[in-house]
T-cell receptor, first 109, second 115 residues
Framework: SQELEQSPQSLIVQEGKNLTINCTSS?????LYWYKQKYGEGLIFLMM?????EEKSHEKITAKLDEKKQQSSLHITASQPSHAGIYLC?????????FGAGTILRVKS | ETGVTQTPRHLVMGMTNKKSLKCEQH?????MYWYKQSAKKPLELMFV???????ENNSVPSRFSPECPNSSHLFLHLHTLQPEDSALYLC??????????????FGAGSRLTVL
Protein backbone atom coordinates (compact mmCIF):
# COMPACT_ATOMS: atom_id res chain seq x y z
CA SER A 1 0.00 0.00 0.00
CA GLN A 2 1.07 3.54 -0.61
CA GLU A 3 2.06 6.03 2.08
CA LEU A 4 -0.29 8.62 0.67
CA GLU A 5 -3.69 7.60 -0.68
CA GLN A 6 -5.87 9.91 -2.73
CA SER A 7 -9.56 9.47 -3.38
CA PRO A 8 -11.29 9.35 -5.67
CA GLN A 9 -8.88 8.26 -8.40
CA SER A 10 -10.94 10.20 -10.90
CA LEU A 11 -14.18 12.09 -11.10
CA ILE A 12 -16.33 13.85 -13.63
CA VAL A 13 -18.46 16.76 -12.50
CA GLN A 14 -20.89 19.07 -14.21
CA GLU A 15 -19.70 22.65 -14.51
CA GLY A 16 -20.91 24.64 -11.54
CA LYS A 17 -20.93 21.72 -9.12
CA ASN A 18 -18.82 21.43 -5.98
CA LEU A 19 -16.39 18.60 -5.38
CA THR A 20 -13.97 17.29 -2.77
CA ILE A 21 -10.73 15.35 -3.13
CA ASN A 22 -9.20 13.58 -0.15
CA CYS A 23 -5.63 12.73 0.73
CA THR A 24 -4.91 10.31 3.58
CA SER A 25 -1.51 9.57 5.02
CA SER A 26 -0.35 6.37 6.68
CA UNK A 27 2.10 8.42 8.77
CA UNK A 28 1.98 11.60 10.83
CA UNK A 29 1.65 14.65 8.65
CA UNK A 30 4.07 17.53 9.20
CA UNK A 31 3.38 19.34 5.99
CA LEU A 32 0.87 18.74 3.23
CA TYR A 33 1.10 20.23 -0.24
CA TRP A 34 -1.42 20.40 -3.05
CA TYR A 35 -0.34 20.60 -6.67
CA LYS A 36 -2.23 20.65 -9.96
CA GLN A 37 -1.02 19.16 -13.22
CA LYS A 38 -2.32 19.60 -16.73
CA TYR A 39 -1.96 16.35 -18.68
CA GLY A 40 1.63 15.78 -19.84
CA GLU A 41 2.93 18.94 -18.18
CA GLY A 42 4.63 19.95 -14.97
CA LEU A 43 3.01 20.43 -11.60
CA ILE A 44 1.86 23.81 -10.37
CA PHE A 45 1.93 24.53 -6.64
CA LEU A 46 -1.47 25.38 -5.16
CA MET A 47 -1.23 25.43 -1.36
CA MET A 48 0.82 24.35 1.61
CA UNK A 49 -0.70 23.34 4.96
CA UNK A 50 1.49 22.91 7.99
CA UNK A 51 -0.66 23.10 11.08
CA UNK A 52 -3.50 20.93 12.26
CA UNK A 53 -6.82 22.55 11.49
CA GLU A 54 -5.23 24.92 9.02
CA GLU A 55 -7.38 25.98 6.11
CA LYS A 56 -6.31 27.94 3.06
CA SER A 57 -8.17 29.24 0.05
CA HIS A 58 -7.15 30.38 -3.38
CA GLU A 59 -9.92 31.63 -5.61
CA LYS A 60 -12.51 28.83 -5.50
CA ILE A 61 -10.21 26.16 -4.11
CA THR A 62 -10.04 25.49 -0.36
CA ALA A 63 -7.75 23.00 1.37
CA LYS A 64 -7.89 21.82 4.97
CA LEU A 65 -5.55 19.76 7.11
CA ASP A 66 -6.87 17.40 9.76
CA GLU A 67 -3.73 16.41 11.58
CA LYS A 68 -5.44 13.92 13.90
CA LYS A 69 -6.95 12.02 11.01
CA GLN A 70 -3.72 12.38 9.02
CA GLN A 71 -5.86 13.67 6.22
CA SER A 72 -6.29 16.67 3.98
CA SER A 73 -9.17 17.62 1.73
CA LEU A 74 -9.31 19.87 -1.31
CA HIS A 75 -12.67 21.43 -2.06
CA ILE A 76 -13.58 23.20 -5.28
CA THR A 77 -16.67 25.39 -5.30
CA ALA A 78 -18.66 25.98 -8.49
CA SER A 79 -16.26 24.04 -10.70
CA GLN A 80 -15.22 25.43 -14.08
CA PRO A 81 -13.55 23.84 -17.11
CA SER A 82 -10.32 25.57 -16.05
CA HIS A 83 -10.29 23.40 -12.92
CA ALA A 84 -9.84 20.24 -14.97
CA GLY A 85 -6.56 18.41 -14.51
CA ILE A 86 -4.78 16.12 -12.11
CA TYR A 87 -4.63 17.10 -8.45
CA LEU A 88 -1.76 15.66 -6.43
CA CYS A 89 -1.11 15.88 -2.74
CA UNK A 90 2.40 15.69 -1.39
CA UNK A 91 3.52 15.01 2.17
CA UNK A 92 6.75 15.69 3.97
CA UNK A 93 8.20 12.43 5.26
CA UNK A 94 11.52 13.25 6.82
CA UNK A 95 13.34 15.34 4.24
CA UNK A 96 11.45 13.91 1.29
CA UNK A 97 8.31 15.08 -0.46
CA UNK A 98 6.22 12.01 -1.33
CA PHE A 99 3.27 12.32 -3.69
CA GLY A 100 -0.04 10.54 -3.94
CA ALA A 101 -1.11 8.93 -7.20
CA GLY A 102 -3.30 11.89 -8.10
CA THR A 103 -6.98 12.52 -8.77
CA ILE A 104 -8.06 13.16 -12.35
CA LEU A 105 -10.77 15.79 -12.54
CA ARG A 106 -12.90 16.36 -15.63
CA VAL A 107 -15.44 19.15 -15.75
CA LYS A 108 -18.30 18.84 -18.22
CA SER A 109 -19.65 22.03 -19.77
CA GLU B 1 13.50 32.69 -19.65
CA THR B 2 11.72 32.26 -16.36
CA GLY B 3 10.95 29.37 -14.05
CA VAL B 4 12.22 25.89 -14.86
CA THR B 5 12.97 24.95 -18.45
CA GLN B 6 13.35 21.37 -19.66
CA THR B 7 14.66 20.19 -23.01
CA PRO B 8 13.84 18.29 -25.06
CA ARG B 9 10.09 18.16 -24.48
CA HIS B 10 9.85 14.87 -26.38
CA LEU B 11 12.48 12.20 -26.96
CA VAL B 12 12.30 8.85 -28.71
CA MET B 13 15.30 6.59 -28.36
CA GLY B 14 16.35 3.03 -28.94
CA MET B 15 17.61 0.80 -26.16
CA THR B 16 21.22 1.17 -27.31
CA ASN B 17 21.19 4.95 -27.64
CA LYS B 18 22.75 7.50 -25.32
CA LYS B 19 20.86 10.74 -24.76
CA SER B 20 20.57 13.46 -22.13
CA LEU B 21 17.76 15.47 -20.63
CA LYS B 22 18.52 19.04 -19.62
CA CYS B 23 16.97 21.22 -16.96
CA GLU B 24 17.67 24.86 -16.20
CA GLN B 25 16.18 26.97 -13.42
CA HIS B 26 16.14 30.77 -13.38
CA UNK B 27 14.79 31.17 -9.86
CA UNK B 28 17.98 31.29 -7.84
CA UNK B 29 17.02 28.11 -6.00
CA UNK B 30 19.62 25.94 -4.31
CA UNK B 31 18.06 22.51 -4.79
CA MET B 32 17.08 20.61 -7.93
CA TYR B 33 15.21 17.36 -8.40
CA TRP B 34 14.46 14.69 -10.98
CA TYR B 35 11.10 12.93 -10.77
CA LYS B 36 9.71 10.13 -12.92
CA GLN B 37 6.02 9.96 -13.72
CA SER B 38 4.71 6.73 -15.24
CA ALA B 39 1.16 5.92 -16.17
CA LYS B 40 -1.00 5.03 -13.19
CA LYS B 41 1.88 5.31 -10.70
CA PRO B 42 2.65 8.03 -8.17
CA LEU B 43 5.34 10.55 -8.95
CA GLU B 44 8.68 8.92 -8.07
CA LEU B 45 11.58 10.93 -6.72
CA MET B 46 14.80 9.92 -8.48
CA PHE B 47 17.57 12.32 -7.48
CA VAL B 48 18.01 15.41 -5.31
CA UNK B 49 20.84 17.92 -5.50
CA UNK B 50 21.38 20.51 -2.76
CA UNK B 51 24.00 23.14 -3.51
CA UNK B 52 25.22 20.97 -6.41
CA UNK B 53 25.77 17.97 -4.13
CA UNK B 54 23.70 14.85 -4.61
CA UNK B 55 21.77 14.21 -1.41
CA GLU B 56 19.31 11.62 -2.60
CA ASN B 57 19.48 8.67 -4.96
CA ASN B 58 16.24 6.80 -4.63
CA SER B 59 17.56 3.39 -5.72
CA VAL B 60 17.63 4.47 -9.33
CA PRO B 61 19.24 2.05 -11.84
CA SER B 62 22.70 3.04 -13.02
CA ARG B 63 21.46 3.47 -16.60
CA PHE B 64 20.24 6.85 -15.32
CA SER B 65 23.15 9.15 -14.48
CA PRO B 66 22.52 12.65 -13.10
CA GLU B 67 24.88 15.58 -13.36
CA CYS B 68 24.63 18.95 -11.65
CA PRO B 69 27.45 21.23 -12.83
CA ASN B 70 26.07 24.27 -10.98
CA SER B 71 23.01 25.23 -8.97
CA SER B 72 21.12 26.31 -12.08
CA HIS B 73 21.62 23.31 -14.34
CA LEU B 74 20.72 19.66 -13.99
CA PHE B 75 21.17 16.86 -16.50
CA LEU B 76 19.94 13.30 -16.67
CA HIS B 77 22.14 11.13 -18.86
CA LEU B 78 20.42 8.08 -20.31
CA HIS B 79 22.03 4.94 -21.71
CA THR B 80 20.88 1.42 -22.50
CA LEU B 81 17.37 2.14 -21.30
CA GLN B 82 14.50 -0.33 -21.25
CA PRO B 83 10.99 0.14 -22.69
CA GLU B 84 9.63 0.33 -19.11
CA ASP B 85 11.69 3.50 -18.64
CA SER B 86 9.29 5.29 -20.97
CA ALA B 87 7.71 8.02 -18.86
CA LEU B 88 7.45 11.74 -18.26
CA TYR B 89 10.60 12.99 -16.54
CA LEU B 90 10.05 16.10 -14.49
CA CYS B 91 12.67 18.47 -13.17
CA UNK B 92 11.95 20.73 -10.22
CA UNK B 93 13.72 23.23 -8.01
CA UNK B 94 13.19 24.73 -4.58
CA UNK B 95 14.90 26.86 -1.95
CA UNK B 96 16.08 24.54 0.81
CA UNK B 97 16.56 26.07 4.24
CA UNK B 98 13.36 28.10 4.10
CA UNK B 99 9.74 27.38 4.99
CA UNK B 100 9.14 26.78 1.32
CA UNK B 101 11.73 24.02 0.95
CA UNK B 102 9.06 21.67 -0.38
CA UNK B 103 7.34 24.26 -2.53
CA UNK B 104 8.70 22.90 -5.76
CA UNK B 105 8.64 24.68 -9.08
CA PHE B 106 8.38 22.13 -11.85
CA GLY B 107 9.39 22.22 -15.46
CA ALA B 108 6.99 21.10 -18.18
CA GLY B 109 8.67 17.71 -18.39
CA SER B 110 10.43 15.60 -21.00
CA ARG B 111 8.30 12.83 -22.49
CA LEU B 112 10.61 9.87 -23.10
CA THR B 113 9.72 6.89 -25.27
CA VAL B 114 12.12 3.94 -25.39
CA LEU B 115 11.65 1.61 -28.35
Amino acid sequence: SQELEQSPQSLIVQEGKNLTINCTSSKTLYGLYWYKQKYGEGLIFLMMLQKGGEEKSHEKITAKLDEKKQQSSLHITASQPSHAGIYLCGAEYGNKLVFGAGTILRVKS
Amino acid sequence: ETGVTQTPRHLVMGMTNKKSLKCEQHLGHNAMYWYKQSAKKPLELMFVYNFKEQTENNSVPSRFSPECPNSSHLFLHLHTLQPEDSALYLCASSQVGTAGANVLTFGAGSRLTVL
